[in-house]
């Protein structure tokens, strides 16, 4: 059942969801999956695209940002748009998600799932976790922060996260509380693309892309730390849509990060990732 519906930014809401009083068996960083079928409301719109498409809509998979120490499990969801002459498809279900779920719906979630997550191991391999996110991909990284945080008191933990604007940062107010919290284990950055505000722009709000610039200045030693990188990747429609005009799909936030670290020198096997394609 929704329990509580916070409005993050405009686009974004987390779902606080109250499941019952059963222990919650998942790991930071999992996701769970919503299938779109379940909702009367969307039952016209889901025929209609699987009748363009000419194939069933499947389950959508939604990061949890909650921790599993905490009591309630929580998703944080952003409304895709339909750009015209960009997108195929109207977007089917975060519209649902973001702007038309109240407290007291209920839903059905499937999961848990996700290979993005600490190994048990972590401490024995670094002692600095190094989160990349762009727009919701903050959603599993922030999970595995406040988990880490609460268990893993070695490990210290840097947070570069790209966004458009300063209205457009999920967790913003998290992110400043956990910072000032946790001084010595925690230093966030973020960097804003379209900000025009040039008074927001300091140590700790950077202007324009993630480049290999300010990834070399978080990462001093590039084979120390472990990288958790989330965000938009190339999709599989992506890679369809270039196939048929006989081009090759644009790097996306993943992409070009990918090649940033490797770059300065960080070796893939200490890159994690996980694509929002
Ligand atoms: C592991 C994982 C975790 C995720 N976690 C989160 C999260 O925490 N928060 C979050 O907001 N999102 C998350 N996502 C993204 C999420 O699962 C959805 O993809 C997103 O919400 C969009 O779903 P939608 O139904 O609104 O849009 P969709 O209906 O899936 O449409 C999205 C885009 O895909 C295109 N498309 C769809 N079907 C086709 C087709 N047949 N051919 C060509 N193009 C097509 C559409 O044109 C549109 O541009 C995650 C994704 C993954 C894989």
């Known amino acids: 059942m929704v329990a509580d519906v916070i ?22 960083g999992h996701f769970l999956t919503i299938d779109p079928h379940q909702f009367e409301a969307l039952d016209r719109f889901t025929s209609f695209l699987e009748y363009l498409k000419g194939r069933p809509e499947p389950p959508r998979a939604y990061s949890m940002c909650s921790a599993p120490h905490e009591r309630y499990l929580a998703v944080t969801v952003k409304e895709e748009r339909f750009v015209p002459k960009v997108t195929k498809y109207p977007p089917l279900l975060s519209p649902l998600l973001v702007k038309r779920t109240v407290r ?70 998290l992110l400043t509380e956990l910072a000032a919290r946790h001084p010595d284990r925690l230093k966030v950055v973020h960097t804003l693309t379209r900000e025009d505000n040039e008074s927001l722009f300091g140590p700790s709000v950077r202007k324009g892309r993630l480049d290999d610039k300010l990834l070399r200045e978080m990462i001093p030693d590039p084979t120390a730390p472990i990288v958790y990188l989330c965000g938009p990747g190339i999709s599989k429609w992506d890679r369809e849509a270039a196939r048929e005009s006989g081009t090759e799909p644009q790097p996306r936030f993943i992409e070009s990060v990918l090649t940033n670290l490797r770059a300065i020198g960080v070796p893939d096997g200490r890159i994690k990732r996980e694509s929002y394609g």
Do not use: Q
């Not at 409005?7 to 930071?28: H, I, K, Q, W």
């Not at 848990?112 to 991909?137: E, M, Q, R």
């Open 104 to 173: 007291g719906m209920r839903l059905v979630v499937t999961g848990f799932t996700g290979p993005y997550t600490l190994p048990p191991d972590i401490t024995s391999k670094t002692d600095h976790i190094v989160h990349v996110c762009a727009g919701s991909g903050s959603v599993p990284n922030v999970s595995i922060l406040k988990y880490a945080l609460e268990n893993h008191p070695t490990l210290r933990h840097t947070f570069v996260y790209s966004n458009k604007t300063w209205d457009d940062v999920i967790f913003r107010d």
């Open 7 to 28: 409005v993050e930014t405009a686009d974004t809401s987390t779902l606080v969801l109250f499941t019952g009083n059963d222990r919650l068996d998942y790991r930071a």
